[in-house]
């Protein structure tokens, strides 16, 4: 797939994207998380919101959202609550006071937004759309043209480095793929990931997200064909290649996969192992 790459960002910097949005890229570097985590600056009519605070337990990240918003926020936006996204929620809001905003049912116990958005529901002029499949409350928003160009923050679900990690519980093969095909009827003109740059042709790379998820739930179908293996033995045939430090992320895809062909009736668990169904 034509993933993007960039030069490491400079760290604390207010990097301009398009006009009246910027992003902040937290130091969290990682496999998972490419540079860091993107905390989106939005202008609105409302006033400046902030998107996805990043990681807890990094002070100077607040520091810098606070500097360069001068602590003028009107809401804090969550695109999911996986902790590099919503764990510096506590901090930024003990320092500008600004309601949090996220997804109607949370995946976190210890997060619960201040106002809670259904899917199609508004905020300062930005639409939430229900994304699940990498986590459950996972929202994308997206925004009326900016300069000409057609917006969509795409958080986890579509990033323009990487694909996707999808691990049950909180996340589910068959509605990333729904979602997936959500966003293929949409005509954004960029999407603005989580990690990393800014997605021209969004819509392209969607497409072959998918069709890449289609074939490896095909190999999983023909791996079962030798008889009931676990998880880990299909991980271990189908991601031979794949980076170690990436080997739990894509045995938890696999499971992801077995869960949606079991749903499917494509699969089925055999103890441990699955097998054909």
Known sequence: MPFLTEPEPERGANLPILPGISRIVANNPGPM???????????TEKGTVVLDPGPEDHPEHVDAIMRHTGGQIAYVLISHTHHDHVGAL????????????????????????????????????????????HALDHLCFGLPAKNGDRVLFSADHVMSWSTSIVSPPGGDMKDYFDSLNLLLKRDDDVFLPGHGPALRDPRSLVGEMLTHRKIREQAIARKLLDGPATPYQLMDALYSQIDPRLRRA????????????????????DGEKWRTA
């Open 33 to 43: 998380t490419y540079f860091g985590t993107n905390t989106y600056l939005i202008e």
């Open 90 to 133: 506590a901090a930024l809001q003990d320092k500008c006071g600004a309601p949090s905003v996220g997804f109607k049912v949370s995946g976190l116990d210890s997060f619960d937004a201040d106002i809670k958005l259904s899917d199609g529901d508004d905020v300062a002029g930005l639409t939430a759309l229900h994304t699940p499949g």
């Open 250 to 269: 894509a045995e938890r895809n696999v499971i992801a996969h077995l869960m949606k062909m079991e749903i499917e009736g494509k699969a089925a668990r």
